[in-house]
């Protein structure tokens, strides 16, 4: 019997799938081994990782930060490659500066006001995610650990599903708490009809809804309390890549040969064998997988690293798709729908140069404005602002002096800005705008209009008495990509770090003895959904791709495999 070198074909050309190609491609014993390829659907590398330009502005399209330097893959390739320095200026090149908090009406709000609110919110997500502990030293942390431990109590003993806290029942019981403990109601001078405990609701909601782009979690009532502790971070500050992200991708498919990287090859239906038998054709070995692509064509492997997103697999189990040929077994669908998969989308507005032989430098006096929304059941909100702008947290510019802001949406917010018109767009963060900036404009401490921009290519507008232009807007599409379906994925209540360690199992299952007839490894899973520390990160969708291709090596007893 004659048999083929085996063929690995990697699906998926983002990080995972990059990085594990890349390992198995530089194993010392790999060109005599294996036959390797990577399909990809789209027309390019890199995936939920996509550096792109606007307005002359280095920007990135998904991935932005690395998250903690301290013993970060990504950060180390990014050293080696001198890929974090640059003369030209890109998004978050300097840090944000500290932030300008308005409340909807035009009246900027004291850090007295703002600093209390956002302790307590930090506070209780340290809490939830195992940082901040009883056996503390300091007494303002024991006060605020009695105040988090009656929040989780509480929310324990209402239930929740199957029984189980969400981190938006418990920052909300931390809250009501923490009124309990100072209650006081006073009106705030010079703020309209807010009242003090409307004012820190509002400002609560700006971190609530911050915490909603971190998870990717459209509702904090979706994602699971228990699991927070499990997410680990690593030590360190969080930059962003002055070069781009995705040259950190271009660098790990560098040492790939020409060729082995597959455009436009998107994988339709999987088939695989989870009792099948090794038959014969053609004199060699049947491979038991067959991967057919929406062009029609069909490629045969030994092995398939499947390293598409949450969304797609979960797309990918529906009775409409059948992605998979016999489908996939209970244990891991149920795993694939029980966790949680969202989708957080970036808005670009580019100001406009020209003010109206105004002082040309304005536009620098953006701020990194916080907004403070009412109530949405509230009489005071002001009409004009569309419901998608009410849960969004601030806009800001990129890096201080750029003429591009940003905001950033998840949720439901993120899917209507992926169907607005660049118009509609304008017409709502102009009126967004026009509530936080009123004409004339006493409390804030800029005094003159501030430049605010947002715009279409080929549509122009201003916000109402400022006369400042909005020129040209770019916007992340991630939740209506097919080749995404959404951002990145979290532990939702009703699943748990189980769930992500199921998703990595490999079919057909180790140690099933029903399969045991079965060729072994035929599908394995990478993908930043696959990792129980570190999931929803490049990093962690780095190490994932590690763990696969060294679970092929050793399964050929590949030499220099740790």
Not at 95 to 112: N, R, Y
Not at 135 to 143: A, G, Q, V, W
Not at 341 to 347: A, E, Q, R
Request: aromatic share 10%.
């Amino acid at each position: 019997m004659v048999a083929k070198k085996p063929r690995i074909v990697i699906v998926g050309a983002g990080m995972a799938g990059i990085t594990a190609a890349n390992r198995l491609y530089t194993c010392s014993t790999f060109k005599d081994t294996f036959e390797l390829c990577v399909v990809e659907g789209g027309t390019r590398i890199g995936g939920r990782i996509n550096t792109s330009e606007f307005c002359g502005d280095r920007i990135e399209m998904g991935a932005t930060w690395i998250h903690g330097i301290g013993g970060s893959p990504v950060y180390k390739i990014a050293q080696d490659i001198h890929s974090l320095d640059s003369e030209q200026p890109w998004e978050c090149m300097d840090g944000p500066d500290e932030p300008s908090t308005v409340s909807e009406g035009g009246f900027e709000l004291s850090p007295s006001v703002v600093d209390s609110i956002s302790t307590l919110f930090k506070n209780l997500m340290d809490y939830a995610q195992g940082k901040l502990l009883p056996s503390s030293d300091s007494t303002e942390e024991l006060d605020f650990c009695k105040l988090a431990a009656k929040a989780s109590k509480i929310c324990t003993s209402n239930g929740g599903v199957g029984g189980k806290l969400s981190v938006g029942s418990f920052v909300r019981q931390g809250l009501e708490a923490y009124w309990d403990s100072v209650r006081d109601e006073e009106e705030i001078q010079g703020c309209g009809k807010w009242s003090r405990k409307l004012l820190e609701e509002a400002i609560f909601s700006i971190h609530e809804n911050t915490q909603r782009t971190y998870t990717s979690a459209g509702d904090l009532s979706t994602l699971d309390f228990d699991a927070e502790s499990e997410y680990r971070m690593f030590p360190g500050e969080e930059i962003t890549i002055a070069k781009g992200y995705l040259t950190v991708v271009e660098s790990l498919a560098s040492v790939l040969p020409h060729g082995l990287i597959q455009l436009g090859r998107k994988v339709s239906r999987i088939e695989w064998q989870p009792e099948g038998h090794q038959s014969m054709e053609n004199g060699y070995t049947h491979r038991p997988v067959k991967l057919h692509f929406c062009d029609g064509s069909v490629m045969s492997a030994d092995h398939v690293i499947v390293t598409v997103s949450l969304g797609v697999l979960k797309a990918g189990i529906g009775q409409d798709s059948g992605m998979f040929n016999p489908p996939l077994p209970p244990f891991k669908t149920e795993a694939i729908s029980r966790l949680g998969y969202g989708v957080v989308n970036k808005l670009f507005l580019q100001l406009s140069s020209s003010h109206d032989g105004r002082d040309a430098d304005i536009d620098k006096k953006f701020p990194f404005l916080q907004m403070a929304f009412h109530r949405p059941d509230s009489d005071l909100r002001h009409k004009k602002i569309p419901w998608w702008m009410r849960r969004t947290a601030s806009i800001c510019p990129i890096y201080k002096n750029s003429r591009v802001l940003l905001s950033w949406f998840a949720g439901e917010e993120a899917l209507e800005l992926e169907s607005l018109s660049d118009e509609e767009v304008i017409s709502g963060v102009s009126d967004t705008l026009s509530s936080f900036f009123p004409q004339p404009y006493k409390q804030m401490k800029y005094s003159n209009s501030l430049p605010l921009s947002n715009g279409s290519v080929n549509s122009v507008g201003s916000l109402e008495g400022s006369g400042f232009k909005f020129t040209k807007i770019l916007k992340s599409k991630w939740g209506s990509d097919p080749l995404f379906l959404g951002s990145y994925s979290y532990v939702a209540v009703g699943s748990s770090g189980d769930d992500l360690d199921t998703l990595a199992e490999p079919l057909p299952k180790l140690g099933n003895l029903e399969s045991a007839d079965s060729p072994p490894l035929q599908i394995l899973f990478a993908g930043e959904a696959t990792h129980r520390t570190h999931y929803s990160t490049t990093h962690g969708a780095y190490f994932s791709g590690i763990r696969e291709a060294n679970r092929l090596l050793h399964h050929y007893n590949c030499v220099g495999v740790n």
